[in-house]
Nanobody, 124 residues
Framework: QVQLVESGGGLVQGGGSLTLSCAAS????????MGWFRQAPGKEREFVAV????????YYADSVKGRFTISRDAPKNTVYLQMNSLKPDDTAVYYC?????????????????WGQGTQVTVSS
């Protein structure tokens, strides 16, 4: 079993930066692929970024590529999402998720465990 808790969300001006954290607990954390998703009001949940359990492969949505960076610190059981050059369109609730699968990892249906979400609001 895996428990996930996100933190670090808040209000930031356009062009600014935020770093989100996802603290994980569970004996199998190091073997999970970890992803970040987001959901804005009235929109479906969308993929943001993913990092494999080895920490050597990352993949990003086109909308955030070059601006966001996903990383993980295995000894601390923590995954991060560094967000730079934020835009108002980035405003959403951001969710951390975990899966033991290695396919379709850019889709929410592939994930088994989810955090409660943290709100990110970007002003213009």
């Amino acid at each position: 079993q895996v428990q996930l808790v996100e933190s670090g969300g808040g209000l930031v001006q356009g062009g600014g930066s935020l770093t989100l954290s996802c603290a994980a607990s569970g004996h199998t954390f190091s073997s999970y692929t970890m992803g970040w998703f987001r959901q804005a009001p009235g929109k479906e949940r969308e993929f943001v970024a993913v990092i494999t359990w080895t920490g050597t492969f990352t993949y990003y949505a086109d909308s955030v590529k070059g601006r966001f960076t996903i990383s993980r610190d295995a000894p601390k059981n923590t995954v991060y999402l560094q967000m730079n050059s934020l835009k108002p369109d980035d405003t959403a609730v951001y969710y951390c998720a975990a899966t033991r699968g290695g396919m379709n990892i850019d889709t929410s249906s592939a994930y088994d465990y989810w955090g409660q979400g943290t709100q990110v609001t970007v002003s213009s």
